[in-house]
Structures are given as structure tokens and as C-alpha cells.
């Protein structure tokens, strides 16, 4: 039975429950008895896995190196499910505490399965929305990385600060503008629509994309923003037409 086949009493016991147990097996060490948790098939069981994790080294400062010791552990495992369950749960912790975790951002980016790498994706999102300055730090140094994937990811990965803070990620993505391969060039062109549909954002992404010079790029860019403000119309800030006498001001 899955998560969501439970009634919403029985979820919440279910979730006090585990997190008590996973307390326990941290408390010893036991990442044999941490695998059930992290490698259930149940994407919510595997939610509930990192969130406790994630309290769990917030809360009981004298077994941060219990759990640093058992994520590191798990991180070794065949099954993508536990790496993928490890990568969030140190997102979790690097919403605070980035340099401790880092390390399993730069092992995620290169794993054989998707879904740890997709881990690292939402990971960056969540840790780069509390703690953006070393978060943005780490996902520059891996701009220009040769495998193309890499740079994707990290385009992606850093989407989320920019709807709120377009001015902290508009430099790094401008280092993209010239990238060759297809999916990066998509991504790239993707999140500077998704952010310039929010509060506060169109104007400065405009401005900003002034100083590209890669114009071709920058026509699709303002084509894929004109167009998110017709997808997104109930969710955007502005009407399709107030951002196209944006565009035509700067451009």
C-alpha cells in the first residue's frame, strides 16, 4: 500500500514512526537498516527518508557525524534509489550547512542513473532558494564543464533563485550564451522564460540580455518570453501585452 493509499491520520503516524526509527538507526550507525527507507519504491516514503534526515542533523548537533557518516556510506550503494534519496537529503543540509554536503553534489553530477542526477538538480533549487551564495559559487565552477549534460544541469539547477533574485543567476547563465550543444542552448532559453514571468523579474531580465551578444540566442530568448506570458497567463505578472511594450522598449 502506498503512501497516499493512507488516510491522512494514518500518513502523519506513518511519518512520526519512521522518523523515529530512522533517529534510531542513525543514533547507531545502521545504514543496513536505513536501506528499507531509502531505497522504498515509494517516491513519499523516500521524501519522508530525507526530510527526517535533513531535521534530524539540524535538530541533534552531536549526530551530524553519525549522519554524515551513514549518507556517505549509502552513497556507495548499487541501487540509484538510495544515491538519489542521499543527494536530498544532503540538499536538505546544505540549506545551511553547504560545505559540509558539497562534496555529494560534485559525485552526484557524474552518476551512471538519472535520478541521482536529477537529485542534484532539485537539490541546487531548494539550497540555492535559503542559501544562494555558496551554492551559486559551487554551480560556476561547473559552467563550462565539457560534458554538455553538466552544463545543463547546472543551467537548470540554478532556475528557482533566479524567479525571485534574477540578478544573482543573469551572470552565470550569460556565460552559456555561446554554448554549441542543442539541450544546453534549450535549457538556457527555457529558464530565462521561466523566470521572467515573475514579480519584479522582466524588466531586469531585459536589461540584462542588452549586454549578451549573442543575438540570435536573444531572439529566441524574448520569443520563449512573450510566449510563457500566454502558457502561464493565470500565473504571470504581467498580460502578454504589458510585457510586449516591455520588450519593445528594450529591444
Known sequence: MGFYDLNK????????????????????????????????????IRKNTYLSVGKIYDTFIKLRENVLFCLNELLKHESFRVRQTVINAAGEIGKK????????????????????????????????????????????????HPDKEIRREICHGIELRGRTHPEDILPLLKELEFDTTARVKNTLVHVLGQIAYKKDCLEKVLKHLLSWENKSL???????????????????????????ALVDKYF
Not at 522518523?19 to 517516491?43: C, G, I, M, R
Not at 553530477?109 to 541546487?124: K, Q, T
Not at 512573450?226 to 504589458?242: C, G, N, Q, W
Open 218 to 244: 536573444v531572439e529566441k530568448a524574448l520569443l520563449e518570453i512573450l510566449d510563457v506570458h500566454i502558457r502561464y497567463k493565470d500565473f504571470a505578472v504581467l498580460s502578454r501585452k504589458e510585457a510586449e
Open 97 to 144: 550547512d553547504f560545505e559540509t554536503v558539497k562534496h555529494f553534489f560534485d559525485t552526484g553530477l557524474f552518476d551512471v542513473h538519472h535520478s541521482p542526477r536529477n537529485a542534484v538538480i532539485g537539490s541546487i533549487k531548494k539550497m540555492g532558494e535559503k542559501n544562494p551564495k555558496p551554492i551559486l559559487a559551487w554551480a560556476k565552477l561547473y559552467l563550462q
Open 9 to 44: 491520520t494514518e500518513r502523519e503516524k506513518l511519518v512520526y514512526a519512521q522518523h523515529a526509527e530512522v533517529l534510531s538507526h542513525l543514533k547507531q550507525k545502521n545504514t543496513e537498516a536505513l536501506l528499507p527507507y531509502f531505497d522504498d519504491e515509494d517516491t513519499y
